[in-house]
């Protein structure tokens, strides 16, 4: 079976600290994707990798940045945690290779931040 | 937004069979239907996709409509761990999958 996995299920950071949010997946998938999942307003990508050092924007993008120096992880960070960044966040990954998004997404359980 | 439509919520008795519609009226040829379901605290979890042909497996069926219009995914004998939020989504577009707010699906003893 497919796992992925996040570094902590719950999470209380200060306004203004740095945070390093991980995803790791061990099936060697080339698609890894960050999602946050706000009540009323479903999931929405934030960023999404199709390979090692590569990234792309999803649809909000702002106030976050990723990292994937490795096939298996890849890395989000908030530069300047804000409240508004109170979320859960969700990563997934994909085998890749497919055109279109024509792939299961497998998710991880998901980080719950407390930003105060 | 999203491009399904889905009831806000659905009851179904423990045993019985559980069918979630969804409405797809503009969905395109490359895209495939896929339904994803999320229990409380959790992340989405896979459970079946199809194009235009219905689709089995050990979780559940899929019917699509022969004009691709809609969807329903059938839950043969539906337990008390069923009790989730439904999704059905619509892949191939883009990588990026659009949920929309799901059906809350309560199953009850």
């Known amino acids: 079976d497919v796992k992925v996995t996040q570094s902590s299920r719950y999470l209380v950071k200060r306004t203004g600290e740095k945070v390093f949010l991980e995803c790791v997946q061990d099936?060697?998938?080339?698609?890894m994707f960050w999602y946050r999942q706000d009540p009323g307003l479903g999931l929405r990508l934030i960023y999404f990798s199709y390979d090692v050092k590569m990234k792309e924007k999803g649809d909000i993008p702002e106030g976050y940045s990723v990292s994937r120096e490795k096939k298996e992880r890849f890395s989000l960070i908030l530069e300047s945690a804000s409240t508004n960044q109170t979320s859960m966040y969700l990563c997934?990954?994909?085998?890749?290779?497919?055109?279109?998004?024509?792939?299961?997404?497998?998710f991880g359980p998901g980080t719950r931040l407390l930003v105060l | 937004d999203a491009k399904t439509t889905q009831p806000t919520s659905m009851d179904c008795a423990e045993g019985r069979a559980a069918n979630l519609p969804c409405n797809h009226s503009?969905?395109?040829?490359?895209?495939?239907v896929y339904w994803y379901r999320q229990i409380h605290s959790q992340g989405p979890q896979y459970i079946i996709h199809?194009?235009?042909n219905n689709e089995t497996n050990e979780m559940a069926s899929l019917i699509i409509t022969e004009d691709r219009k809609s969807s329903t995914l059938i839950l043969p004998h539906a337990t008390l761990r069923d009790t989730a939020v439904y999704y059905c989504?619509?892949?191939?577009?883009?990588?990026?999958?659009?949920f929309g707010k799901g059906t809350k699906l309560t199953v009850n003893p």
């Open positions: 503009t969905i395109s040829g490359n895209e495939y």
């Open positions: 199809g194009l235009k």
């Open positions: 989504v619509l892949q191939g577009g883009s990588e990026k999958l659009v």
């Open positions: 997934a990954s994909s085998p890749g290779g497919l055109a279109g998004g024509r792939e299961t997404q497998y």
């Open positions: 099936m060697d998938h080339e698609n």
